[in-house]
């Protein structure tokens, strides 16, 4: 067919269509997710633009997608970028593709280290107050000894000028001291009352995101957070020449490292009970239901990302030692894992010395991130 013959009308419909034939459960959502990336449209330029022709490079692309989308593989692979929060990722073949459930569980890490974050502004602004009234208290001092000093000053210059020898002049000895520690007690005070010259410390948090993947979690935390500094991990070497790239392309790659190792094993040990927040995104799914998941999960997606083990806990239980060591005193781990071991990974969780352990719903109303602490240090 001829490029004239085939406008984005045409093309929405034609695609819907023809997907639709081809067993895709939500054929209109593929054919414009398609159509709007083959032709750089936004969805709703796929209507008021509905008579613009394609170009031939732009069937092309489609006809070569649509077929590819009509195999079953993810749109996310055949486009190669999905939108993931505040950010948009490169996504390819052999690295599981991010997916919602996930953006919870960045919802959580960095809600737990934004709560650090709060702790530490209070306790700097507390700081600052009482070095103020601190300041207050010794110039008030200063002021009265200084009062005192100018009338003994006074005295005494008036009783050396009635003997002829005077040498200070009377109102400049006792108007110089009060003056002056008057000016900076009203400067002290003027200290308290501004907020403007407080400033908080650097906020600085420590991040380990174990099984980066696409370096969806790091490279989120790291652009949410400015000051956050990220150690990303992985075993794949996909996985980790694609969160290497996405880091590098969303310009955190100062502040997010990745490393090739199993799990944790890479973490240098002088980081040991340090880091805020231990972050994952695991295989989870159950061996047994490898087989129920989607097709174009479970015949594209790759296995290793995916499959926990019996109880999808494999992973987990390693993770827990883990946390535990490298944690401070009342950091936070949050892990992504599936519904129907999640009563047993909070006892996990519980068991290997975390706290405070809780279950956060995802969109859907299943229970997918465990969230828990690792216990502050008492005073014995």
């Known amino acids: 067919m001829s490029a004239e013959a085939w406008t984005v009308k045409r ?22 997710w398609l159509l ?19 170009s031939r490079e732009e069937l092309d692309t489609l006809h070569e997608w ?11 692979y055949i486009t190669g970028e999905v939108a993931f929060r505040y950010v948009t990722l490169k996504v390819a073949r052999g690295v599981l593709i ?12 960095i809600a737990a280290l934004r709560a650090v974050q709060k702790r530490q502004d209070a306790a700097a602004w507390d700081a600052f107050v009482a070095e103020a009234a601190e300041r207050a208290r010794a110039v008030e001092a200063a002021r009265a000894e200084g009062v005192d000093a100018g009338h003994r000053d006074a005295d005494d210059a008036g009783r050396w000028d009635a003997e002829g020898a005077g040498g ?6 006792g108007r110089w001291d ?52 990220v150690i990303a991990t992985d075993i794949a070497p996909e996985a980790v020449q694609l969160a290497r790239e996405n880091a590098q392309a969303l310009g955190v790659d100062e502040r997010v490292k990745v490393l090739a190792c199993d799990l944790g094993a890479g973490v240098p040990d002088r980081f040991e009970g340090r880091i805020d927040l231990v972050i994952s995104n695991p295989p989870y799914v159950p061996s047994g239901i490898m087989g129920e998941i989607p097709s174009e999960v479970r015949d594209f997606e790759p296995a290793l990302a995916l499959d926990g083990g019996a109880d999808g806990l494999d992973v987990f239980r390693r ?26 990974a909070v006892a996990i969780a519980e068991e290997g010395g975390l706290c405070d352990v809780r279950v956060v719903k995802d969109l859907a109303g299943r229970p997918r991130v465990l969230v828990a602490q690792r216990p502050e240090e008492r005073a014995l």
């Open 11 to 32: 093309a929405l419909e034609w695609t819907e269509g023809y997907l639709g034939r081809k067993g895709d459960e939500s054929p209109r959502a593929s054919a414009q």
């Open 168 to 173: 200070l002049d009377v109102d400049e000895a």
């Open 178 to 229: 009060a003056d002056d520690a008057a000016d900076a007690a009203a400067a002290v005070d003027g200290m308290l009352l501004n907020v403007e010259r407080f400033e908080p410390p650097a906020f600085e948090p420590l991040v380990v995101d174990v099984c980066t993947g696409s370096g969806c979690i790091a490279c989120s935390v790291a652009s949410e957070l400015p000051g956050a500094k």
């Open 66 to 76: 649509v077929a590819r989308r009509a195999a079953g593989e993810p749109l996310q």
């Open 36 to 54: 709007c990336e083959a032709c750089g449209l936004s969805r709703v330029q796929l209507y008021t633009d509905g008579d613009r022709p394609l």
């Open 98 to 109: 991010p997916r919602p459930e996930t953006e919870v569980l960045v919802s959580e890490g």
């Open 319 to 344: 993770l827990v030692p883990f946390a535990v060591r490298f944690l401070r005193p009342g950091g936070t781990l949050a892990v992504e894992l599936h519904e129907v071991g999640m009563d047993r």
